[in-house]
Nanobody, 131 residues
Framework: QLQLVESGGGLVQPGGSLRLSCAASGFTLGDYSIGWFRQAPGKEREGVSCTSSSLGGTYYADFVKGRFTISRDNAKNTVYLQMNNLKPEDTAVYYC????????????????????????WGQGTHVTVSS
């Protein structure tokens, strides 16, 4: 069974850091493009970061550039999102998603932050930034 499980969320003060993990089972994460998304209460789901060999690298939404870093540990079949200098507006449920670049309809540079384009999703992990 193909599964993604996020972890690492929690309550942190503004300026603090968290590292989110996205662990895969049932498939090899290294073969997939991985996106991190978030959804705040009452808002649309938005793309945060993407790592993709097929697209040639790592990508970040403007509002997290310089603060968040996406990375892979293929040995652990896990992708991480290191989040530094967190702000209250970063409060959201964070999701990871996987896309198979070998399948028709895989993500492109234009669609990497379009959550509907991904094939598999985790259940999300809550991040709250508050003093």
């Amino acid at each position: 069974q193909l599964q993604l499980v996020e972890s690492g969320g929690g309550l942190v003060q503004p300026g603090g850091s968290l590292r989110l993990s996205c662990a895969a089972s049932g498939f090899t994460l290294g073969d997939y493009s991985i996106g991190w998304f978030r959804q705040a209460p009452g808002k649309e789901r938005e793309g945060v970061s993407c790592t993709s060999s097929s697209l040639g690298g790592t990508y970040y939404a403007d509002f997290v550039k310089g603060r968040f870093t996406i990375s892979r540990d293929n040995a652990k079949n896990t992708v991480y999102l290191q989040m530094n200098n967190l702000k209250p507006e970063d409060t959201a449920v964070y999701y990871c998603a996987a896309d198979n670049p070998s399948q028709f309809g895989s993500i492109t540079i234009a669609t990497m932050f379009t959550w509907e384009e991904y094939d598999y999703w985790g259940q999300g992990t809550h991040v709250t930034v508050s003093s």
